[in-house]
């Protein structure tokens, strides 16, 4: 007799994954090598950015209350006493009517209070000295660049768990990060079992197929910000997938298999998960595609039985491991992202479970747009390429029209 599972929502099935996802230490790597990766403590500034008065402009620095007499009509004339270009201080007196001549980025010489632009001033020597001519009151504190005005000394510029990105590099940098604390990259494992499996350089043959879920799920594993760890493709045959099973979990720190979850005489991954004792989470939810889907735990580790089936499969990770992996990396955000966009095609199939739709989201006239994209089956991998959301349609609904709102999760969400 077939067994009989029960099946639970998919918000339930989340809320298990995520209760007993584990969370991964906090190392050190060079910033080179940071992108990517998750903050493993918060950011804070540990001195004020701009750290001195800084010149935004090529000009002149002056003290402004020596131009409060100065109009079009009534230029007043300043000896340049001295020149800087940035990374110099000026570290003499600036006297009544002085300038100095400062390049951009340059520290602002003590005493002046305003920057003018080589452009508004009238050059001239005379004597042996140089001037400038100003034709304008400059107000105090003009064409400056104040100390701490970008951040502040003590200031929390990114959180723990922070994505990595490279604004955040330029920050890292900017406080003298060589080495950043991030969170570890779990390593996970990847094993696709079925005896119909044809390796890439292999010729089709009948009844065969080439196994693109495990590189599928290699991508989707490096996108989720993992470390994946290929180990091969079984037939299924109970005794050689265990022992892999087995081995492979004593070295990663999650662990996916793909195919023989469902209930076929040839699907062993129920019976692995029982005679390795690791306890099932869920192996059924109310979804499509990836009902199938199921999550085992053993030792503080999760393993994921993914789908055979391509759709299915890929939905199953973006669902429950992507955030597993994500919670591993102390991630910010470590659930789905999503976003509100309009249907862009009718569509009309009833709904009796949660079903992910992999759709294209673009940008119509100020709206996002989300549209199904070409064939809608578990066992399709032709709809995978283009897709880069899942359009959700609720359990119990039916019918939507083109121009409905509906829900999207982001599959590229970085
Ligand atoms: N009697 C029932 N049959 C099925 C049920 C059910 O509830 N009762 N569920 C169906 C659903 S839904 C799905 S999804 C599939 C799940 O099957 P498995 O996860 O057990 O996967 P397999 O049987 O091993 O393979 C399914 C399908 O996918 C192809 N496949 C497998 N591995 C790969 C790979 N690495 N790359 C590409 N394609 C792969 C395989 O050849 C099969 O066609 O079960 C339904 N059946
Ligand atoms: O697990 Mo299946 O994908 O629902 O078609
Ligand atoms: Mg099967």
Redesign the pocket.
């Given at each position: 007799m077939?067994e009989r599972?029960k099946s639970i929502k998919v918000n339930e099935a989340l809320k298990r994954v995520i209760k007993y996802a584990p969370q991964g230490s906090i190392h050190y790597i060079p910033i080179h090598q940071s992108y990517g990766h998750f903050l493993g403590d918060d950011l804070v500034a540990d001195h004020p950015i701009p750290p001195f008065d800084r010149s935004p402009y090529d000009g002149f620095a002056v003290r402004s209350k020596d131009t409060e007499a100065a109009a079009s009509t009534h230029p007043q004339n300043y000896e340049v006493i001295a020149e800087i270009g940035a990374g110099s201080v000026f570290t003499g007196k600036v006297g009544k009517m002085q300038a100095v001549r400062i390049m951009t980025g340059a520290q602002v010489p003590n005493g002046c209070d305003a920057v003018i632009m080589f452009e508004s001033v009238k050059e001239y020597e005379a004597c042996g000295k140089r001037y400038i001519q100003i034709k304008r009151r400059l107000q105090q504190g003009e064409n400056i660049s104040f100390t701490g005005e970008d951040a502040k000394s003590g200031e929390v510029l990114a959180k723990k768990g922070t994505y990595i990105s490279p604004g955040i590099v330029a920050l890292l940098a900017t406080f003298g990060y060589k080495q950043v604390p991030t969170s570890k990259k779990p390593t996970v494992g990847i094993i696709?079992?079925?005896s119909?499996?044809l390796e890439l350089d292999e010729e089709i043959q009948p009844g065969k197929?080439?196994?693109?879920?495990?590189y599928?799920v290699q991508s989707q594993v490096i996108r989720a910000g993992g470390e994946p760890y290929y180990f091969g493709?079984f037939s299924?045959h109970f005794t050689a997938c265990f022992e892999q099973v087995k081995q492979a979990l004593d070295q990663v720190d999650i662990l996916i298999t793909?195919?023989?979850?469902?209930?076929?005489d040839?699907?062993y991954?129920q019976d692995i998960y029982k005679e390795l004792g690791a306890e099932i989470l869920f192996n059924?939810v109310g979804m499509?595609?990836?009902?199938?889907t199921t999550v085992a735990k053993k030792t503080g580790k999760l393993l994921f039985?993914?789908?055979?089936?391509?759709s299915?499969?890929f939905v199953g990770f973006e669902l429950f491991t992507r955030p597993a992996i994500r919670k591993f990396l102390h991630a910010f955000h470590p659930l789905l992202k999503k976003e509100t966009a309009i249907l862009g095609a009718d569509f009309s199939k009833p709904n009796p479970f949660d079903r992910f739709v992999r759709g294209r989201l673009t940008f119509h006239q100020g709206k996002l747009v989300a549209t199904p994209i070409g064939l809608d089956k578990?066992?399709v991998?032709s709809s995978l390429g283009a897709a880069n959301v899942f359009i959700e349609f609720p359990a119990g609904t039916r019918g939507y029209k083109q121009g409905s709102e509906i829900s999207v999760i982001l599959l590229d969400d970085m």
């Open positions: 077939v599972r696709a079992t079925g119909e499996l197929i080439r196994n693109s879920n495990a599928m493709q299924d793909t195919g023989g979850v469902s209930v076929g040839y699907d991954m059924k499509r595609p990836g009902s199938v039985g993914l789908s055979g089936n391509p299915a499969c578990s066992n991998v």
